[in-house]
DNA sequence: GTAATCCCTCTAGCGACTAGAGGTTCAAGA
DNA sequence: TCTTGAACCTCTAGTCGCTAGAGGGATTAC
């Protein structure tokens, strides 16, 4: 009836450690444990970690899923917040795409501006490493 | 005619525990100091901090950092090696631009799916956070 | 009964910084 | 020359989301 910490794991690829950790930080519930202190999981438990899965897959931090656990447990609270976090995580992820993009604009321009040149000296990717100013794209530092 | 690390912070854009970081990891070589123990760097000091900036910005790690400048110190050699670095990073944005689409994709249909119901109970984005079903997508755990 | 596999806790490490404590040096103005 | 305030020094510890390993106990299938 109950699961085991490595069946848990085996169902929702979450690696045991890491179930362990989500856990330690209270994401997790402390589960029941067998007369051998080992945890034993229930069903809630077990969608419980789908949930944090798939939303560590789609890239929210730990806390946003804290405050998405915590409105599950108020039922009749409104939603607003739950919209809140996930525009937030889109505009974000939208943010990085358009970051990364213009990386890659640069990267081809560095990878493909070695032609002919065969030592270090006359290299233009190095040169292209190098500067900055060559790059017409403002690529700043917040997050890569 | 040298730098104070402050002034290396100023031009460059990186900020000083940083500097000294990079110093302790062996990006920067360590500079002279003045009688009183503080660092004082010569131009090519700032140029090669430069580089590694750039280099930072566009994605990659401080091994292949240290690849790349290791190759400088050699002017001899052939450059294949940095063509090949820049090649990867290049891959590895794709990758990365790939994926961050899928998930926007996704996060959008959830941030959109909370039309008019107003308490959580009833909440189509709690739901869609939890329930990967849902997803058309496969977004897998490799990098985000 | 025994062996293989699982599970337990605890600590430390990853990358690339960032923050803070507690103290010293420098540079400019009076 | 003295003083003030900003900049500098070293060192330790914290960030995030895990992951690895040591050293041991529990469970399960045969």
Redesign the pocket.
């Known amino acids: 009836m109950d ?7 085996k169902r929702t690829g ?9 856990e330690k ?1 209270g994401l997790l519930n402390a589960p029941m ?7 034993r999981y229930r069903p809630a438990d077990l969608e419980r970690l789908g949930f ?1 899965r798939h939303c ?1 897959e789609l890239g ?5 899923i804290r405050d998405l656990i915590e409105l599950g447990q108020h039922p009749d609270k409104p939603c607003r917040q739950a919209d809140r976090i996930a525009a937030d995580q889109l505009k974000a992820v939208r943010r990085r795409i358009a970051h990364l993009t213009r990386l890659e604009a640069e990267l081809k321009r560095i990878a493909t501006s070695c032609k002919g040149s065969h030592t270090v000296t006359e290299c233009n990717v190095l040169k292209a490493f190098g500067d900055h100013g060559l790059c017409q794209s403002g690529h700043s ?1 917040e997050d890569a």
Chains 1, 2 share one sequence.
């Open positions: 699961f085991s910490i490595g069946e848990m794991s979450v690696k045991v450690p890491t179930i362990r950790y989500y930080e444990r067998s007369r051998g202190n080992q945890r944090i560590r929210l931090p730990m806390t946003a530092a």
